[in-house]
């Protein structure tokens, strides 16, 4: 059974939460405070910020799907054709540590490798 005080904790939360989704939404992201989330909700900044130590968590924090590492670092994950271009892209367009230019090098590189489609 949940006490009066975690209820109220909860309660809190999900009023703190509910409000900055609000601001967000009408406001933006960026253009909405923690200050102004915390007066939406009728709560101290401080305690918007117990909750939730960033603006980040007041969108990630009840999120079913955590961030996965891409490209998929597991052994056991499969290779498709978006993976493996990521990890050849990657080979491509990593520094070379080597102070003499190979045969068919490019010159050196502004950007990130980003062609026009995956092969």
């Not at 509910?18 to 909405?32: C, D, I, K, P």
């Not at 054709?81 to 090098?105: L, Q």
Request: with cysteine.
């Amino acid at each position: 059974m949940e006490g009066r005080r975690d209820r109220k904790k909860r309660q809190t939360r999900e009023r703190i939460q509910a409000s900055a989704l609000e601001l967000f939404t009408s406001q933006g992201y960026r253009n909405t405070t923690i200050a102004a989330i915390a007066e939406h909700a009728d709560v101290a900044t401080r305690t918007v910020t117990l909750h939730f130590p960033t603006k980040e968590d007041l969108l990630f924090a009840d999120d079913p799907f955590p961030p996965s590492p891409w490209p998929p670092t597991s052994p056991a994950a499969p290779v498709t054709r978006s993976t493996a271009w990521a990890s050849g892209c990657a080979t491509r367009c990593a520094p070379s540590t080597s102070t003499t230019p190979t045969r068919g090098a490019s010159r050196a590189r502004s950007g990130p490798c980003v062609p026009s489609a995956p092969p």
